[in-house]
């Protein structure tokens, strides 16, 4: 089992840039695929942005090239460095692990806010 919380959310004008973390405890992450995950208001949830235990990463083609995924190991923590943001990446954003030998994401965090303003 792993816990997850992410920080890093608030409030930015458009074409600022934030930096969302996802501390996870209880279990490396170095067993798990990890993700970003969002939802805006009256839509369903979306991924974002994946990395694999192996560090492969994968993006939604609506973020490519504005935002980040990483990880370290060694903090055990997750990161999404988003860029060039715009009023249409407003949501509730989440990050989610999924052991490698699960078949879905299964462990989620609650949530950080990102509100982008023009």
């Known amino acids: 089992q792993v816990q997850l919380v992410e920080s890093g959310g608030g409030s930015v004008q458009t074409g600022g840039s934030l930096r969302l973390s996802c501390a996870a405890s209880?279990?490396?992450?170095?067993?798990?695929?990890m993700g970003w995950f969002r939802q805006a208001e009256g839509k369903e949830r979306e991924g974002v942005a994946f990395?694999?235990?192996?560090?492969?990463?994968s993006y939604s083609d609506i973020v490519k090239g504005r935002f980040t995924i990483s990880k370290d190991t060694a903090k055990n923590t997750l990161y999404l460095q988003m860029s060039s943001l715009k009023p249409e990446d407003t949501a509730m954003y989440y990050c989610?692990?999924?052991?490698?030998?699960?078949?879905?994401?299964?462990?989620w965090g609650q949530g950080t806010q990102v509100t982008v303003s023009s």
């Open positions: 990395i694999d235990s192996d560090a492969t990463t």
């Open positions: 209880g279990d490396s992450i170095s067993w798990y695929d």
């Open positions: 989610a692990a999924r052991h490698r030998w699960a078949a879905t994401f299964n462990y």
